[in-house]
């Protein structure tokens, strides 16, 4: 051993090899194996070990701490959009094409008589739930694809506005949307 130490210090070139040998060697004389004893648990008192082993673990704040900000709450709007138009196109899609075999009509002329007898505040309400989430993701979408090239991320608050603009826009196209259709 202490040649392997001589070595070290003498040669610089083995030093960092020596080094960790060295390291390994004391680590093996000093530490001792752990030997833990199991503890024998019969299985009517399982459930309630599992439940105190459960009360002492820590808890983690996750979201009662976490500060919501504008941008992450519209990427997280952008994915939820998505998913909510690409569902109701799939949804009535699969609907239209089975339809006849249940003997429903989801024909053109069906729909829109449908929706002319409902009342006008149904229909603003209707049509401006299936817009916003429409332009939500479009205007989004542009936004995302202008930040990922990087010219929007000179500030904070650059970034902040932008997401805010997104959502006013998004609102205003909705209700444009629904005051023209």
Not at 97 to 105: K, M, R, Y
Not at 112 to 122: D, R
Not at 148 to 155: F, P
Request: aromatic share 10%; glycine share 6%; with cysteine.
């Amino acid at each position: 051993m202490l040649g392997l130490r001589l070595a070290a210090v003498v040669s610089p070139s083995i030093r960092p090899t020596m080094g960790l040998v060295w390291q390994q060697q004391v680590r093996l004389q000093t530490t001792k194996p752990v030997t833990i004893p199991l503890k024998v648990i019969k299985p009517e008192s399982a459930q309630e070990e599992l439940a105190r082993q459960r009360l002492r673990r820590p808890v983690a704040p996750h979201l009662s701490i976490y500060k919501w900000q504008v941008h992450s709450v519209s990427s997280a709007m952008e994915r939820n959009t998505g998913l909510l138009l690409a569902g109701g196109l799939y949804l009535f899609s699969t609907s239209y094409l089975i339809a006849p075999w249940l003997g429903c009509d989801l024909s053109s002329a069906a729909l829109v008589a449908a929706f002319s007898s409902l009342p006008v505040a149904a229909k603003v309400v209707l049509k401006f739930f299936a817009a916003w989430p429409f332009t939500f993701h479009l205007f989004n979408g542009i936004r995302y694809i202008v930040s990922s090239t990087g010219y929007t991320l000179d500030s904070k608050s650059q970034f902040i506005k932008i997401a805010w603009v997104v959502v006013g826009s998004s609102a205003l196209a909705a209700v444009g949307l629904v005051a023209y259709v």
